[in-house]
């Protein structure tokens, strides 16, 4: 599987929601999400769009998930540790989720990367009301 995530906020911390579009390994549509998730930061917004895609995919095979927060990316492949209090629970329930797929693998894209722009509508559409 094939996955991009974004998350945001207006206001940092502000309103905030998370964007998922979801291809298969011959980068065909499968899915979409998108979800207003109440106050939070840019940082939480991320983690949580992660979250979403690893519980709204039911293969247990091997996923690739691309995130525009390098942050985010590089705390969840062991490169940087989690200093922020919030953002601990919401790790370790990232490496929970982990462990009913057989590989996750999570890559650093920029914003400009085209499935990124997509989970990115989705995350402003959601802020929208839309």
């Known amino acids: 599987m094939i996955v ?3 998350g945001g906020s207006r206001g940092n911390p502000g309103q905030a929601a998370i964007g998922v579009v979801i291809f298969d390994d011959n980068g065909n549509f499968l899915t ?4 207003r998730i109440g106050k939070g930061t840019n940082n939480q ?6 979250i979403k895609a ?3 995919l039911d293969d247990s095979g091997v996923v690739n998930v691309f995130s525009d927060s390098q942050l985010v990316v590089r705390q969840l492949n062991g ?3 989690v ?4 953002l601990k629970p919401l790790f370790a329930k990232v490496k929970v989720l982990e462990k009913s797929f057989k590989s996750v693998v999570y890559n650093h894209v920029p914003r400009s990367n085209k499935g990124i722009v997509l989970a990115d509508r989705l995350v402003n ?6």
């Open 4 to 6: 991009y995530t974004d």
């Open 32 to 35: 979409n999400y998108k979800e």
């Open 45 to 50: 917004a991320e983690y949580k769009a992660v």
């Open 54 to 56: 690893l519980e709204l």
């Open 79 to 81: 490169v940087y540790k």
């Open 83 to 86: 200093k922020k209090d919030e």
């Open 125 to 130: 559409a959601a802020l929208d009301g839309l």
